[in-house]
């Protein structure tokens, strides 16, 4: 008991004495008995407004800080020195009813398990639209098969296997390209266009890193400068396709139609003129959360649902994701288009729809849902919050003219207008340093305190609290405590004389 007595005098006689020398603005005149209640008052007043304010203008400034970080600001590009990229481009096949598909006809006469049961075109209508995802209508699923499950003499829809199915019936790459050329001179197609399963089925796409190495053996270098300006892709198909304009993490969707674009009928040639402006990223963003940059990197992988089946973020990606997770929450199941081929377990290779889970997930429009559910804002059903990829280029449609020709093939031809002269760059405008600089000028203002007030402050509770403690008993410090008030206020009275006799 004495010791605790003994310890709370020797506190009370160092906070008098830390608040009689602290080096804060204030605190002297208010603990300081020599001083008429009126003045101690003012000052106490004068005080506390100083924190209120400096602990206001503290809490707005980290506010800001962690909402406000990142600005985005243009500046010019050298061509001399910065080659420009040609985007990444995507090639869907389409379904298309005027098509002959051999595999489709193969498949559908294994189904007749006799010679006198008869071809089912309602079947192959409901296998296209299965397949083909243009060709899906909503409602369509039930409408085609319900009327022959009683029939034991009429061909009926299959119940499952629509991944191999779909795998036999699409043209594969050779099957699908014709021809590939970059300024009028031919490329091997199949060597740089790589598979890839999306939304809308298999695709194959052109230097994107959600299939190839960045300029790895199978990235095909389509770079312009001063002295090769020119930059004019051509593709001609034997097949009914959807061709993408894409940024190099991006994969086709079909929900994000934009820069899509259909080569459906034969003799179908078009022409498609673009501008594209990049963007480049400071260092120092990676540093920033994700939710005040509100962008993502391809190498971050921080999905609201879950990890990603695809290399690189993207949005493209976090949209197919998202639908897919949709689709296993209301039915269990997902399509079979969204099944990676050797990125799934056994269990979820099980939860591939079949005729049922098609079903379910038609009845939900979960097949392919509105557009709304990209939308930040919407709060019905099963929203997607998705961020866009900090290196998110922007492509711009500034032409496009089609023609019909005599031809068998289709063809598009992508062409870059003109070369940009500027580029987007996201930076920060507030690194952590400044927070340090902004609080303690702000502290620095309003109390008078430094960083060696925290220093100071340390002092008197740690080293000069332990020294009183030690040497101390309770009779010296209850006598010290009043001499060093009365030592105090001697010397602001002899200040006061001073300054009195000089004027």
């Known amino acids: 008991m004495l010791l605790l007595l003994r310890l709370g005098r020797a506190f009370y006689r160092i906070l008098v004495d830390y608040c009689n020398n602290a080096s804060l603005a204030g605190i002297g005149y208010i603990v300081n008995r020599r001083y008429h209640p009126t003045e101690r008052l003012f000052w106490f007043v004068c005080t506390s407004i100083a924190w209120v304010f400096a602990v206001r203008l503290i809490c707005s400034y980290m506010e800001l800080f962690r909402t406000d970080t990142i600005s985005i600001a243009v500046e010019n590009i050298d061509t001399r020195a910065e080659p420009i990229v040609f985007p990444a481009v995507g090639v869907c096949e389409m379904g298309y009813v005027k098509e002959v598909y051999p595999g489709l006809q193969s498949y559908l006469g294994a189904l007749q398990t006799n010679d006198e049961m008869e071809f089912n075109y309602d079947v192959e209508d409901y296998m296209l639209r299965i397949i083909f995802h243009n060709l899906y ?14 029939c034991d003499d009429c061909m009926r829809c299959p119940k499952d296997g629509y991944s191999q199915t779909a795998a036999m019936v699409r043209a594969n790459c050779s099957t699908l390209f014709r021809e590939c050329r970059w300024n009028d001179k031919p490329f091997d197609c199949c060597r740089y266009f ?39 892709l051509l593709l001609t198909y034997n097949y009914a396709v959807t061709t993408h304009l894409m940024n190099e993490d991006d994969i086709p969707h079909i929900l994000l139609r934009r820069l899509q674009f259909q080569q459906t009928m034969q003799g179908h040639e078009e022409k498609i003129y673009f501008t594209l402006q990049n963007i480049v990223n400071d260092p120092l963003v990676r540093s920033v959360d994700i939710d005040v940059r509100r962008c993502l990197f391809p190498d971050e992988h921080a999905l609201p649902f879950g990890n990603t089946s695809y290399p690189k973020y993207s949005y493209s990606v976090c949209v197919t994701e998202c639908l897919k997770s949709i689709q296993l929450r209301v039915c269990n199941c997902f399509h079979h288009n969204m099944l990676l081929a050797g990125k799934f377990s056994c269990h979820e290779n099980g939860s591939v729809c079949g005729y049922a889970g098609m079903q379910c997930l038609d009845n939900a429009g979960l097949i392919a849902p509105p557009t709304r559910i990209l939308q930040p804002w919407y ?37 870059l207008m003109i070369h940009p002269t500027q580029r987007y760059r996201r930076q920060i405008v507030r690194e952590n340093i400044d927070v340090v600089v902004s609080i303690g000028g702000i502290l620095g203002l309003f109390t ?18 332990v020294s009183y403690a030690v040497r101390d008993d309770g009779h010296d410090t209850d006598e010290s405590s009043d001499d060093a008030e009365e030592s105090s206020s001697d010397d602001e009275h002899e200040e006061q004389n001073v300054y009195t006799n000089i004027s």
């Open 137 to 150: 209508n909503e409602g369509s699923i039930s409408s085609y098969c319900a009327m022959y499950e009683e």
């Open 194 to 232: 790589q598979p890839i399963e999306t939304t809308i089925g298999t695709c194959y796409l052109l230097n994107s890193l959600q299939t190839v190495e960045k300029h790895g053996k199978k990235w095909l270098p389509l770079e312009m400068d001063t002295e090769h300006p020119d930059g004019d």
């Open 379 to 415: 709060t019905g059903g099963f929203p997607c919050h998705c961020y866009p990829s900090c290196k998110e280029n922007e492509i711009r449609i500034v032409g496009r003219h089609t023609y019909m020709n005599d031809q068998a093939e289709r063809s598009v031809k992508l062409k």
């Open 448 to 465: 008078g305190a430094s960083i060696l007030s925290i220093a100071e402050f340390f002092y008197f509770f740690t080293v000069r609290f």
